[in-house]
């Protein structure tokens, strides 16, 4: 997907947890543009009370359609997010890894979307507890 300032985000992996209890997603984010960015603070929503939210992607969401539920990024018994954090400006052409744990759905959701600030909606397929 490719949001503003033509950085692109690829999801490579999307893993239900052994428990069953949350679903991974990794991805990696890659400048294509000529310029620095330096939006990274936008994937990091609007929630304050989530510490260290402007340079994470702590606003990113699953949403179950089936069931009309949104699943926002878990976080720490400190307030921090399960999620990349300490996000830094990308030069271009740079490539970084990220990755954001959240709530699993029900076992038997097959597919949510996901959604990280300024990019669109991306469906993905979610296989069942291993």
Sequence with gaps: MTGRDSIVLTITGVERAASGKSV?????LKNSGTKGFFGISAYGGTDASIKGRMHSLAGATLTDTAHNMRYYVLRDTAGGCLCSTALRALKPGETVPVFAQFPAPPANVR???????TFP???IALDAAR
């Design 24 to 28: 991974t997603v990794s991805a990696t």
């Design 111 to 117: 597919s949510v979307n996901f959604l990280l600030p």
């Design 121 to 123: 909606n991306a469906t």
